[in-house]
């Protein structure tokens, strides 16, 4: 059962470009969640989604970000017109239901973004 | 609204020692608390949980915290360090029945010295 995967592992974008980071939760898993990570900072929480619906973004940017979890494929955290503070490390997380004393989040390895 | 605090963003202690890092929280409601373990360039690992029951948890790799609600704190321990243990640990808050979000600590880099 291959854990939460996450590409790409690293991306380099420009000024201005857009990133679109993939995470397949585990298999079985229908809830998704989106961390960043800032340098010397702990984990901040972005968005929460099931298939197909977002159910909590309140921790997404008011622009340039989205994210999806379609019916088929993995989800999707889009980043517009990157720009140098989008930088960091973007953590994928799933678990098989709501988080409770049986279910916890599983995280993949992170998709770090670096914007030149 | 919930947060974490963790005392000490970097702790050093000797091969062998006693591994103590700090977790306090601040929750509305009976929180659901977690201990992860960051290895460098890696995700997040769950070292342990407390959700209701004892307050005493063991984790994996020898690791174990205490719940206590009157100090609101969830501290992290290890009796014998161990070089492998060097690595960054978050603790983290999930308030029960609240949203689905967990709060995490800024993290404390643990280094194990020979």
């Known amino acids: 059962n291959a854990g939460v995967m996450q590409n790409p592992r690293h991306l380099v974008r420009r000024r201005g470009q857009e990133a679109r980071l993939r995470c397949s939760p585990m298999k079985g898993h229908s809830h998704v969640y989106w961390y960043r990570q800032l340098p010397e900072e702990g984990l901040k929480f972005m968005v929460y989604l099931q298939k197909e619906n977002i159910i909590d973004e309140s921790g997404m940017p008011k622009e340039r970000f989205s994210a999806e979890f379609p019916k088929e494929g993995p989800s999707i955290l889009r980043i517009q017109q990157v720009v140098r503070g989008d930088s960091a490390a973007y953590f994928c997380?799933?678990?098989?239901?709501?988080?409770?004393?049986?279910?916890?989040?599983?995280f993949g390895a992170g998709s770090r973004l670096t914007v030149l | 609204a919930q947060s974490v605090t963790q005392l000490g963003s970097h702790v050093s202690v000797s091969e062998g020692a006693l591994v103590l890092l700090r977790c306090n929280y601040s929750?509305?409601?009976?929180?659901?608390l977690f201990w992860y373990v960051q290895y460098p360039n890696q995700g997040l690992q769950l070292l342990l949980k407390y959700t209701t029951g004892a307050t005493l948890v063991k984790g994996i790799n020898g690791f174990e915290a205490e719940f206590k609600k009157s100090e609101t704190s969830f501290h992290l321990t290890k009796p014998s360090a161990h070089m492998s243990d060097a690595a960054e640990y978050f603790c983290a808050v999930k308030e029960q029945g609240g949203s689905e979000k967990l709060v995490f600590g800024k993290g404390t880099k643990l280094t194990v010295n020979p």
């Open positions: 997380a799933s678990s098989p239901d709501r988080v409770s004393g049986a279910n916890v989040l599983t």
């Open positions: 929750s509305s409601v009976p929180p659901y």
